[in-house]
Every structure is written in structure tokens, then in C-alpha cells.
């Protein structure tokens, strides 16, 4: 039977599996990519307690979740698109001129 | 819940979210990374909160990564592969990412979670999730709304083109302007006679 701990471990794998892709990735929109599905695997996560332990908090955390994403993916396409504007590529690795 | 769909969405979850990661043509990437949210959507609903999962596929798979799409397809042209890091790079990530698993591994086995899984009998009901809102979480409810506002402002302000031109644009449309850097003996800097021609 299905429980708690078979959504937790999905979480997990789906979390490990945005990091690589969050360390491994050199194109800016591909980073933020994968750091939304590492924001999808903590849902997971917090909707699988609400429903498995009865309590309200985790499903209300996890719309808190959605809407700071939404704001989170505006703000990084706008940087991007300013990055982009500024050195003709969004390639992370040349992106350095803050670098000391 | 039923096993086989428990599995089955697992799959439709975990082998798209592979694809976004490690695919080299970033426009595929996006796709299945609408797959998989709409995989995740499905999770939310046999978790009975039906709620997550519209707010799943309006925000996340309608608007988040439409507009992923759109950043990447004005910053890259789209059939161009991406470049990919050092092998070096890939083995540590690889090695790090592991090493989290194993930890979240260990983590879940220690954990009594395995016992707890009793489910509620009924959903949150969309209803008690409003009240909520407007009552428990208020204070956040009303600091999300303030945040949505400052990232509307904000990404417009970084995202806006600057008014003065960038010096790339000045030289193209006046190429008389541009200095012939061949024509200037290194050390000497630009001569007289250049200046008046």
C-alpha cells in the first residue's frame, strides 16, 4: 500500500534530480528550470504531510509556495533578459563581472 | 492509493524531470518540464487537494514555465545545442547529488513515517482553505500580495531597456566613429592624421 513515506521518497528524488541540474547546467534559463522542480518536490513533500497527518498548514504553505515561485521566475527571466542585454549570452560561466 | 498509479506517475514525473536536466536541446527541456508539473498536479490530486493541483497547472504549468520558454527563446536560438560543463563539474555534482540522496535515504528510514500513513478520509475543502486564509494566515496571506506587487515593479524596472544606447549600437549606426584598431601602431595610440580623416 501507498503512504506517506512513498511520496517522500519521490520528493526526495525529484529534489536530487533538480540540484544536479541546478550545479551541472551553464544557461541561466536552465538553472531556473531545474530550481523549479526542486520548489515542486518540497510541495510534494508538504501537500503528502497535509494529507497524510490531517492539518490545513502544509497544503496553505505549499500555495505560499506556488505564488513566491511565480514571483521568483519573473524576477529571474528579468534578470536574464538584462544579463542577456548587457553580454549577448546568459552563459553563467562568463557572467563574472562581479567576480572580485 | 492505487499502487500502479502511484508508480506510474512517479514515471511521468521523474523521467521528464531527467529529460529537463540532462537534455541538450533546452526547448525539449521545457516541454518536460510541462509534463512534469502536469505529473506533479496528479500527485496533488490523489493527495485529495484538488485546489493544489488547478493552482499546479495554471501557475506552475501555464504561466511559469510558458514563460521559461519565452526567456529562452529570446536569449538562445532554440535548435542550437547548449553547452555543456566539464566533466569534472558533472562528476562532482553526481557525487554530491548521491551523497543528499543517501542522506534523505537514511533520513526517511530512521523516521517513523512508514507507520503514519493513515490518511484523512476527506480533502481539504476549498471552502476552509479561504478561511483559513483570511483568519490563521492573514498576515502572510496579505505580505504575498505586497510581494507579487514589488516583483511586478521590479522585474519591469530590471527588464526595461536602459535609455542611452549601448556603445555597440552608437558604433553600428555610425560607423565614422569607429576606430580602425589595425591602423594604430600599438603603444602610439591614435595619431593626428587619423583624427582629421
Known amino acids: 500500500v501507498i503512504g506517506l513515506i512513498h511520496y517522500l521518497g519521490l520528493a526526495a528524488a525529484l529534489f536530487c534530480v533538480g540540484l544536479y541540474g541546478v550545479l551541472t547546467r551553464r544557461n541561466a534559463v536552465a538553472v531556473l528550470m531545474s530550481l523549479e522542480l526542486m520548489f515542486n518536490a518540497v510541495n510534494i513533500n508538504l501537500v503528502a504531510f497535509s494529507h497524510f497527518q490531517p492539518e490545513l498548514t502544509g497544503i496553505v504553505f505549499s500555495l505560499f509556495i506556488i505564488a513566491v515561485a511565480a514571483a521568483e521566475a519573473t524576477v529571474g527571466v528579468a534578470l536574464v533578459l538584462s544579463v542577456y542585454r548587457n553580454q549577448r549570452d546568459i552563459d553563467l560561466d562568463n557572467a563574472t563581472s562581479l567576480r572580485w | ?9 512517479a514515471g511521468v514525473i521523474l523521467i521528464p524531470a531527467l529529460a529537463v536536466v540532462l537534455s541538450q536541446n533546452l526547448f525539449h527541456a521545457g516541454l518536460s518540464l510541462i509534463v512534469s508539473f502536469l505529473g506533479i498536479a496528479a500527485v496533488y490530486a490523489t493527495l485529495n487537494a484538488p485546489f493544489v493541483a488547478g493552482m499546479q497547472v495554471l501557475v506552475y504549468a501555464g504561466a511559469i514555465a510558458v514563460l521559461l520558454l519565452f526567456a529562452f527563446m529570446l536569449t538562445h536560438d532554440i535548435m542550437k545545442p547548449l553547452e555543456s560543463s566539464s566533466r569534472l563539474q558533472q562528476g562532482s555534482s553526481l557525487a554530491a547529488c548521491l551523497l543528499l540522496a543517501t542522506a534523505l535515504v537514511r533520513v526517511l528510514a530512521a523516521s517513523g513515517w512508514t507507520a503514519a500513513s493513515t490518511p484523512a478520509p476527506v480533502g481539504v475543502a476549498v471552502g476552509d482553505l479561504g478561511i483559513a ?55 602610439r595610440g591614435q595619431s593626428s592624421e587619423e583624427d582629421d580623416s
Open chain 2, 133 to 187: 486564509f483570511l483568519t490563521r494566515f492573514v498576515v502572510p496571506f496579505e505580505l504575498v500580495s505586497i510581494l507579487l506587487l514589488v516583483t511586478l515593479v521590479g522585474a519591469v524596472v530590471i527588464a526595461r531597456k536602459e535609455e542611452r544606447e549601448p556603445p555597440d549600437t552608437i558604433l553600428a549606426s555610425q560607423p565614422a566613429l569607429a576606430l580602425d584598431l589595425d591602423s594604430v601602431s600599438i603603444g
Open chain 2, 1 to 9: 492509493v492505487n499502487a500502479f498509479l502511484f508508480y506510474f506517475l
